[in-house]
Structures are given as C-alpha cells and as structure tokens.
C-alpha cells in the first residue's frame, strides 16, 4: 500500500501535493490529519505548516482478483477472472485451460481457493463480503450432485433410522443440502463441527 507523508500552507495544500506524489485521485485515498498547521504572526512569523499522510485505498475485491492469479499460476495454470458484484457478494468466475486443476476433487480445491480469497479481502476491512470462486460452471453441477446428494441420504436415514452425516463442506454447500431438504416430512437437517471441517447430519424426524 502506498503512502506519503506531506505538508502545505494548509490541509488542502498538503492534500493535493500527497495526492500528486502518489499520482492518484482524491477519491482513491485515504487522508489522516497529523497537523492542522497554524498561521504566524503577519500570517509569516511562527507560521507552522500542515502536515498529512495520505495513502492509496485498498481495493479489496481487485485483491482477490490478483490473489487467484498468482494462485493458479503458481500451480501452473493459466486463467481469466471476471468478477460480479451484487451487494456484499462478490463472485469469482475463473476460465482458462487445465482448470480441472483448480477445481479438485469433489471441489476440494476450489473450495480451498474461496475460503482463502474469503480471508484476503475481508482482511483489515470495515466492509464484509461473502465470496464465491467457481469455476467454467462448476458450482451449477455441483448443486445439482448435492440436491441429488442430499434426497438420497434422506431416503437411508428414513430406512435405516438413524442419523447420516454427510462430508465436510463450506457454508454455501450446506445451504444447499438445507434447502432441498426443508420440505422434506420426515427429516431434520443441522450443521455441527467448526470451519472449515463443519458438516451436516440428516436426522429421521422420529428418532431423538
């Protein structure tokens, strides 16, 4: 992050040669106030001059961005990130060839990749994002293998009468077992265990 400390006749002077050094707009930096400075006698004698530093703000999500770059071409991959905003959501869409690489078994590795992305941009930030890496469409048949998951693990649990407990997965993939499962009569569902090993257990709704 690139900062400066500079100084002025007053604040704003002092603002605008920051803002020159780093060679950025003011709606890019972040300003603190060291010294309001004050005028001397006849505005020259004992005249003390304002002082600031200014530094460069953060873009969070373009972190991200960069993060998943140097990721995959530390792996030896290649990609393109595009990347959607809506609200506090940010989604990471990753292209390129070899992309099975990031992706993993069962997701493993791209889950990995968005619980560290999540780490990196909310990392010294008042503003919380929830991340979202996929991959050439991934996540949409990995819902639809987990919605697929999920009613046949209900159907065991009802036959055998006794608890299921599915695989470890990120919130975004329980969320998706809970809700294809929340019309079901006969079963419960709940997350038990601490990130990032927490996991879902199927419950038959006569058993305690």
């Known amino acids: 992050m690139k900062e400066v400390t500079a100084s002025g006749a007053t ?23 060291i010294d309001e400075g004050k005028k001397g006698f006849l505005g020259i004698f004992g005249s003390v001059r304002a002082v600031v530093k200014v530094r460069e703000k953060v873009d969070h999500i373009e972190l991200g961005k960069q993060f998943l770059t140097d990721v995959a071409r530390n792996m030896g991959v290649d990609i393109t990130v595009e990347v959607e905003k809506e609200d506090n959501i940010v989604k990471y869409n990753l292209t390129g060839e070899k992309i099975a690489l990031l992706i993993g078994r069962r997701g493993k590795t791209l889950n990995a990749l968005q619980y560290l992305t999540h780490l990196v941009i909310n990392k010294e930030t008042d503003q919380y994002y929830s991340v979202i ?76």
């Open 133 to 208: 890496v996929d991959a050439e469409g991934y996540r949409k048949r990995r819902e639809e293998t987990l919605i697929e998951l999920a009613q046949k693990m209900a159907k065991k649990a009802v036959r055998v009468k006794r608890k299921i407990s599915l695989e470890p997965m990120p919130a975004y993939e329980r969320k998706i077992i809970h809700t294809a499962l929340q019309d079901t009569p006969n079963v419960s569902t709940y997350s038990t265990g601490d990130e990032p090993n927490r996991y879902i257990v199927i419950k038959p709704k006569d058993i305690k």
């Open 11 to 33: 604040v704003e002077e002092a603002i605008q040669s920051a803002l020159q050094q780093l060679n950025i707009p003011r709606e890019k930096a972040e300003v603190e106030i």
